[in-house]
């Protein structure tokens, strides 16, 4: 069976059994929230969440590339006054389960919602979780190079004779830098903090991914033509990116709306032309509102017949 550029409307643990082991190069996901009171349709009770998502995890390492790289995005809420331990027990979990935790990348939440709360302040920042099978895994740094910014025009101002020589790390990790050696220099490698806005229009998922952050992982940790997965794909967005960025996808979502909705957003990224892209963004809209779903894969495919870029995503 062909993998590539599927995707599945399964539970993630039944599809994955269909994945053959080493085959994917990425893995970016965010997991259904967890909840401390009530199991709900889409959440997991915090006392639970590990126990469920181990089984997963193991089955996300077998598919996995020895120099692949899963991004786990997940945070855990607060309850009671204090903020809850499970995604902390997870990443123990998951490192005797035999991942190696590379980082943890913050990704912080500029358009965060304005509050006020007794005991602490905003929530403006979740957690993305770096796994590998290996101590050496694919990285290219170079695509996610930042301008160097106003940083450098003050500190390259008033260098010391201290900065001209190499500085080694106190800790011995082997980390050394010479501050001298990014004079003249226009881009930087980026912090582990990553500044996206959260996603304010409606989209019809409540908690879609901004664009940027399954763009800045998947330029980090593939190459064009390899294959990315997400488990819990929700309204598709790791899948377009993916396919914008000429690499290959695989999708698996329980919820029968939301697998269709990915279909339909997939589907758009075949059309050129901008009229027709409203046209069908006005169909996806009225699905939502309509409930059928069905409808939907026949009315996309009607519409981006009309453009001649459009491929045949729907047949597959
Ligand atoms: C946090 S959302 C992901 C949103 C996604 N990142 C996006 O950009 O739209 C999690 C998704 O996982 C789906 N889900 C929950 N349990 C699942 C399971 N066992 N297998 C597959 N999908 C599941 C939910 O329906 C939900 O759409």
């Known amino acids: 069976m062909k993998l590539e550029n599927r995707i599945f409307n ?12 080493n ?23 915090e006392s639970e969440y590990v126990e469920w998502f181990l089984p997963i995890t193991k089955e996300l390492k077998r598919v996995l590339t020895d120099d692949g790289s899963f991004v786990l995005n997940i945070k855990e809420p607060a309850s009671n ?4 331990t499970f995604v902390l027990e997870l990443i123990i979990e998951m490192r005797k389960q035999g991942w190696f935790w590379v980082e943890e990348y913050v990704w912080n939440k500029k358009n965060s919602f304005p509050g006020k709360w007794s005991n602490r302040f905003r929530d403006a920042w979740e957690r993305c979780l770096h796994f590998t099978k290996n101590k050496k895994f694919k990285m290219n740094q170079d ?3 930042v301008p160097m910014g106003k940083w450098a025009e003050t500190r390259f101002n008033s260098l010391s004779d201290e900065d001209k020589i190499r500085h080694n790390s106190a800790s011995k990790s082997g980390f050394g830098r010479k501050v001298e050696n990014w004079i003249d220099r226009d881009m930087a490698y980026p912090t582990n903090v990553l500044e996206f806005a959260t996603v304010c229009y409606n989209k019809g998922h409540s908690a879609a991914f901004p664009e940027e952050l399954p763009e800045w992982f998947i330029k980090l940790f593939s190459d064009k033509d390899d294959l ?26 329980k919820q029968k709306k939301y697998y269709k909705l990915s279909k339909a957003y997939l589907k758009m990224e075949d ?10 963004a006005a169909a ?27 491929l045949d995503t729907f047949n597959k």
């Open 10 to 21: 399964a539970d993630c643990l039944d599809a994955l059994t269909k994945i053959p082991d």
């Open 23 to 45: 085959s994917i190069n990425v893995i970016i996901t965010s997991p259904p929230y967890a909840q401390q009171r009530k199991k709900s349709y889409d959440s997991i009770p």
């Open 228 to 253: 990315v997965l997400d488990p819990f794909l929700g309204s598709g967005t790791t899948a377009v990116v993916a396919k914008r960025l000429e690499r290959n996808y695989v999708g698996i979502e």
């Open 81 to 84: 006054g204090e903020r809850s």
């Open 284 to 310: 996806i809209k009225d699905a939502r509102k309509t409930g059928n779903w069905d409808g939907l894969a026949a009315e996309c495919k009607r519409i981006s017949s009309k453009d001649n870029q459009s």
């Open 143 to 145: 695509e996610v190079m």
């Open 271 to 280: 059309v050129e032309n901008k009229k027709i892209k409203q046209e069908m």
